[in-house]
């Protein structure tokens, strides 16, 4: 089940002499549509053949300055065809701007599947580190197209290779190898969201990540049913229980020599959440198999962060189960011990996500963890707040929000924090056990927070990603994000960590 190869990058101060595609902007300035990035031989030769401006010539065909609007335009000399993509106001071309107008073009191209992979230029008049790395991400993401399974032979690469244009000198070569590490970690947990639950389980999810540990300077460790039962992992075996599946703990641990801070990863990995007893009704059950958004996610950034070498320590946990109603399933008013001893009164089967994070949170925080970043589709509630396309963010310590938005805010991903009030913590009080695992309908994200927080030890940074809306995109694609699994969090976890080094 192996992830799709992202397209070969290069950051170049000239355009390579010949490309299939050149992408070149368009932005709307105050006298009127404006070309970006075409350069001067290309708009004189095409002018040549075609009889009048490229400009022109674009606008006659449709080209749109609406940010992410393509166009294809046929074109003279160094390229085949022109991609035109819309760049919105001229003023407010940020990097992120950048990125998913970079992202659509390339969605267009890849969806022209050119004869043996297009090889596409990428021109956005990107002059600094900044804005070429976004136009460079955007790229690749937006390349990305899923592999269907099929009897039929797989369909080949439909992008060969991606240059963007921009004069970096020597900083290019390291931009274009953190751009492609970083990208191909996306790709790998759209990879796995996508994939369906009766092929991607506990069991071949804890593979996956024994193979991406493999010829890499990650150690892994991955605990079956017996090593639950054994070390008391009450949360895991009670949702795993009702599947026939097993459920796994996996564990993985990069130690890099001269690291100082130790981050903890913990990711939410419910291969299938049909609700359990509690079941949910066929239309929000469909897209469930996107509940392991937040274990690919810290798997796929914590591989990236050793592919980067970067100098610092991660403990990654990715807590896996499949919840299933059966004769062996778990109970609304059971009460469960997760691991450490702390009792839990389940209020309902479809929370089972807190009680899998609950046991590897607890189970991390002996890891003594400078700082712990949970991920995970947790709540409906939290879509309710936020829509499709924002996170949220809660959390016991400002300067770990801080951390989160401020790489947030590189990478282009939105996150949003949402106040974690003692509200929360008293409406867990249980008279059967030591705590109830929900408080209610009302305030669902921060209740299921205030959950969590509980078995993250006194005192350490904890924040909690709930990506129950943008890990998985159920409409019609946009800028660098697919239909599907999108890969939330990855860049962000990433940026993170890099801050940290
Ligand atoms: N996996 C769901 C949350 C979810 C919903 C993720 C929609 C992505 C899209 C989670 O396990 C769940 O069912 N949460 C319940 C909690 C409730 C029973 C306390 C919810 O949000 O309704
Ligand atoms: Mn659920
Ligand atoms: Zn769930």
Redesign the pocket.
């Known amino acids: 089940m192996t992830a799709p190869a992202i397209p070969q990058l290069q950051l170049s101060p000239t355009p390579p002499r010949s490309s299939d595609i050149l992408v070149v902007g368009l932005v709307e300035a105050p006298d009127g549509p404006q070309l970006v990035g075409a350069d001067k031989n290309l708009v004189a030769a095409t002018a040549k053949r075609f009889g009048r401006p490229l400009l022109d010539l674009a606008t006659e065909l449709g080209a749109r300055t609406g940010v992410g609007q393509v166009t294809l335009v046929p074109a003279a000399q160094s390229a085949a065809r022109l991609a035109v993509v819309g760049l919105g106001p001229v003023e407010r071309v940020t990097p992120e701007v950048l990125r998913r107008a970079a992202g659509s073009a390339l969605r267009t191209v890849a969806g022209l599947g050119l004869e043996g992979g297009a090889a596409v230029t990428v021109d956005l008049g990107t002059a600094e580190a900044e804005t070429a790395q976004a136009a460079a991400e955007g790229a690749l993401l937006g390349s990305y197209r899923h592999q269907p399974i099929s009897s039929e032979d797989p369909d080949p690469a439909a992008v060969r290779s991606v240059t963007v244009v921009a004069d970096l000198g020597r900083r290019a070569g390291e931009l274009a190898e953190v751009v492609g590490v970083v990208c191909q970690a996306v790709l790998r947990a759209r990879h796995w969201v996508n994939l369906p639950p009766n092929l991607l389980y506990p069991e071949t999810f804890a593979e996956e990540a024994r193979a991406l540990a493999r010829g890499t300077r990650l150690a892994v460790e991955v605990l079956d049913e017996a090593a639950l039962t054994k070390g008391g992992y009450g949360g895991l075996l009670a949702v795993g229980g009702g599947s026939a599946r097993g459920p796994r703990l996996v564990r993985l641990s990069y130690r890099p020599r001269g690291a100082t801070t130790h981050l903890v990863l913990v990711g939410?990995g419910?291969t299938f959440?049909s609700?359990g007893l509690?079941l949910?009704p066929g239309d929000?059950m469909y897209?469930?198999k996107?509940?392991m958004?937040g274990a690919a996610a810290v798997l796929a950034a914590t591989r990236a962060v050793a592919d980067l070498g970067l100098k610092v320590s991660i403990t990654c946990y990715a807590a896996m189960a499949e919840?299933l109603p059966s004769s062996s399933a778990y109970r609304p008013s059971d009460v469960l011990t997760i691991y450490g001893g702390t009792t839990v009164e389940n209020?309902?089967?479809?929370?089972?996500?807190?009680l899998v994070m609950a046991d590897a949170l607890a189970r991390s925080q002996e890891d003594e963890p400078d700082l712990v970043l949970d991920v995970?589709?947790?709540?409906?509630?939290?879509?309710v707040a936020l829509g499709?396309r924002i996170a949220g963010v809660m959390s016991n310590d400002d300067e770990a929000v801080a951390r989160v938005l401020d790489a947030a805010e590189v990478t282009g991903e939105e996150f949003w924090e949402l106040p974690l009030t003692d509200q929360f913590r008293e409406g867990l009080d249980s008279s059967v056990a030591d705590v109830k695992?929900?408080g209610?309908?009302l305030g669902?994200?921060m209740?299921?927070a205030a959950f969590l927080e509980r078995f993250v030890a006194e005192g350490t940074p904890w924040a909690h990603l709930d990506?129950?809306?943008p890990?998985?995109n159920s409409g019609k694609p946009w800028g660098h994000v697919p239909e599907g699994g999108t890969g939330a969090a990855v860049r962000t976890l990433v940026q993170l960590a890099r801050s940290l080094a």
């Open positions: 939410k419910i959440d609700g509690n949910k929000s897209t469930m996107c509940d958004a919840n209020a309902n089967t479809d929370a089972e996500g807190r995970a589709t947790l709540t409906g509630a939290c879509m499709d695992s929900s209610g309908r669902g994200a209740s299921a990506i129950a809306g890990a998985f």
